[in-house]
């Protein structure tokens, strides 16, 4: 009779992971359907700018004094984060693992916008 379905060499990528049935096409043809050209690079830049403002913000003392700047190139964009000097161990974190949160997060959120987005943390 055949293979399963998950053992059959096929390029649909549903069948490589078993996947029988899933709600968003995950082809490798219909990326455009996941990553629209309508989210503009400036767009994306601000929301993640807004984004390390608003965590950064909940994580210190001082919420009024967090700034972030934005060093645009083409490929990649440079974020500066500069907060109060008594609230740089906040947003370090034990071992750098909140600082590594963040980037994180950013990372997952900038691969929407097609651009690598990098955080700088300034004293």
């Known amino acids: 009779m055949?293979?399963?379905?998950a053992g059959r060499a096929s390029r649909d990528p549903r069948v490589k992971f078993g996947i029988t049935s899933c709600p968003v096409?995950?082809?490798?043809?219909?990326?455009?359907?996941i990553f629209p050209r309508s989210l503009t690079a400036s767009k994306g830049d601000e929301a993640m700018k807004d984004l390390i403002k608003y965590i950064a913000q909940s994580i210190v003392d001082n919420p009024e004094q967090v700034n972030v700047e934005e060093v645009v190139g083409s490929y990649t964009s440079v974020l500066e984060l500069k907060v109060a000097k008594e609230d740089i161990g906040k947003i370090i974190g034990k071992q750098g693992r909140t600082a590594q949160?963040?980037?994180?997060i950013l990372n997952a959120a900038s691969?929407?916008?097609?651009?690598?987005?990098?955080l700088e943390i300034i004293e």
């Open 25 to 33: 096409d995950i082809g490798l043809r219909n990326h455009r359907r």
């Open 2 to 5: 055949g293979l399963p379905a």
């Open 111 to 118: 691969g929407k916008a097609k651009k690598r987005i990098v």
């Open 101 to 104: 949160a963040m980037r994180a």
